[in-house]
C-alpha cells in the first residue's frame, strides 16, 4: 500500500521556524513530483511548494508567492523523505499542511492540477 505520512508540525510563535517532514510508505519519492499544501480554517486548500522528480538530478522546484523566500522545499540524500523548511512564519500560515505525490519519470512535473497519493496531514498553528 502506497502511502505518505507527514510530521513536524506543531504551535509555534509568529517569526519562528518549523521544519516538515513528507515520508514515503510502499514507493520512492526520487521518480515522483512531492508537492505540500495548506488548508487554512475556512480557506481553500492552498498549494505551497513542489518539487519535480529527480529526473537524474536534484529537481526542479517552484514555490507560491505568498512563501517564496521564507519556505524552502527539498529531498533528502536518498531521494526518498521530502522536507519543507518553514522560516519567519507567519499567523496567516495556520493550517493543515499535506504532502502529495503524482508519478515523474522525466523530472518536470511542476504539480499542477491534482496529484494522486496524499498523506494525512500536519496542524501547524503560528501564534502571534
Known amino acids: 500500500q502506497v502511502r505518505l505520512v507527514e510530521s513536524g508540525g506543531g504551535l509555534v510563535q509568529s517569526g519562528e521556524s518549523l521544519r516538515l517532514s513528507c515520508a514515503p510508505s510502499?514507493?520512492?519519492?526520487?521518480?515522483?513530483?512531492i508537492g505540500w499544501f495548506r488548508q487554512a480554517p475556512g480557506k481553500e486548500r492552498e498549494g505551497l511548494a513542489c518539487i519535480s522528480g529527480s529526473g537524474g538530478g536534484s529537481g526542479r522546484r517552484n514555490y507560491a508567492d505568498s512563501v517564496k523566500g521564507r519556505f524552502t522545499i527539498s529531498r533528502d540524500g536518498d531521494k526518498n523523505t521530502v522536507f519543507l523548511q518553514m522560516n519567519s512564519l507567519k499567523p496567516e500560515d495556520t493550517g493543515v499542511y499535506y504532502c502529495?505525490?503524482?508519478?515523474?519519470?522525466?523530472?518536470?512535473?511542476?504539480?499542477?492540477?491534482?496529484?494522486?497519493?496524499w498523506g494525512q496531514g500536519t496542524l501547524v498553528t503560528v501564534s502571534s
Open positions: 510502499g514507493f520512492t519519492t526520487s521518480h515522483h513530483a
Open positions: 502529495a505525490a503524482r508519478w515523474d519519470l522525466a523530472g518536470q512535473d511542476l504539480c499542477g492540477g491534482d496529484l494522486d497519493i
